[in-house]
């Protein structure tokens, strides 16, 4: 099993910066890719960005050129940088974790989430 919490997460003006954290922990070993999904309230869980073991990311279109994802392979965390926020970001923010290369090929783990609020 693994677990995964995230952090990070809060209130924020559009045009804004947030970076949220995500720390595994468990049977890490079965991990390959880490990344990143949201749900809006009312709507569906969506892809944001996943990150491999190797490095390789990939992202929706939605947030390319605004948020990056990186890991620490030591520190079993990986991170989304979030800047030019936009109220159509507000979500939860779920951490994710797949034996896979991407995220998107199926998710294995999920974290709680973490609540992000962008608004004036």
């Known amino acids: 099993q693994v677990q995964l919490v995230e952090s990070g997460g809060g209130l924020v003006q559009p045009g804004g910066s947030l970076r949220l954290s995500c720390a595994a922990s468990g049977s890490i070993l079965s991990i390959n890719a880490m990344g990143w999904y949201r749900q809006a309230s009312g709507k569906e869980r969506e892809f944001v960005a996943t990150?491999?073991?190797?490095?390789?990311?990939g992202y929706a279109d939605s947030v390319t050129g605004r948020f990056t994802i990186s890991r620490d392979n030591a520190k079993n965390t990986v991170y989304l940088q979030m800047n030019s926020l936009k109220p159509e970001d507000t979500a939860v923010y779920f951490c994710?974790?797949?034996?896979?290369?991407?995220?998107?090929?199926?998710?294995?783990?999920w974290g709680k989430g973490t609540l992000v609020t962008v608004s004036s």
């Open positions: 994710a974790a797949s034996g896979s290369a991407r995220v998107q090929y199926g998710v294995d783990y």
């Open positions: 990150v491999s073991r190797s490095g390789m990311t």
